[in-house]
């Protein structure tokens, strides 16, 4: 007898989205190849307040699974709408049922509606993908 597969739920669709998210965002900056400054490096005195663009961001890369995880979610967007796609990563990214709301014209019920009605679709093609 063999392990028994996971059946998908909405609930594990929208957490797997959100990790993608994360993960995405842990990326490191995408640099335009061959772009080289040359403005001399400004040195700061300490009476000098240090502006936003003299901040090193710090970010700890992902792990390759991290990586591995977040493209495999990225699939699952190929079967879903461009609007659904743009509704559930704005979701995952945590926006506000309003702020998704104004950007689909829509009242936030509707748009969690739609969002719901996205993952299930994900959730029916990850289930009969298994079978």
């Known amino acids: 007898m063999g392990i028994p597969q996971k059946t998908w739920t909405i609930d594990d669709v929208d957490s797997e989205l959100r990790q993608a998210a994360l993960t995405a965002h842990r990326l490191p900056p995408v640099r335009v190849a061959g772009y080289v400054g040359r403005w001399p490096v400004i040195i700061r005195t300490d009476a000098e307040p240090a502006t936003a663009?003299?901040?090193?961001?710090?970010?700890?890369?992902?792990?390759?699974?991290?990586?591995?995880?977040?493209?495999?979610?990225?699939?699952?967007?190929?079967?879903?709408?461009?609007?659904?796609?743009?509704?559930?990563?704005?979701?995952?990214?945590?926006?506000?049922?309003?702020?998704?709301?104004?950007?689909?014209?829509?009242?936030?019920?509707?748009?969690?509606?739609?969002?719901?009605?996205?993952?299930?679709?994900?959730s029916l093609y990850l289930n009969k993908e298994k079978k």
């Open 53 to 122: 663009d003299d901040r090193k961001e710090f970010r700890i890369p992902p792990s390759p699974k991290d990586v591995d995880q977040m493209l495999e979610a990225m699939r699952w967007m190929h079967w879903l709408e461009v609007e659904q796609r743009h509704l559930l990563w704005m979701r995952a990214e945590r926006h506000r049922w309003s702020e998704i709301a104004k950007r689909f014209a829509c009242c936030s019920r509707t748009a969690q509606r739609r969002c719901d009605a996205a993952m299930h679709l994900i």
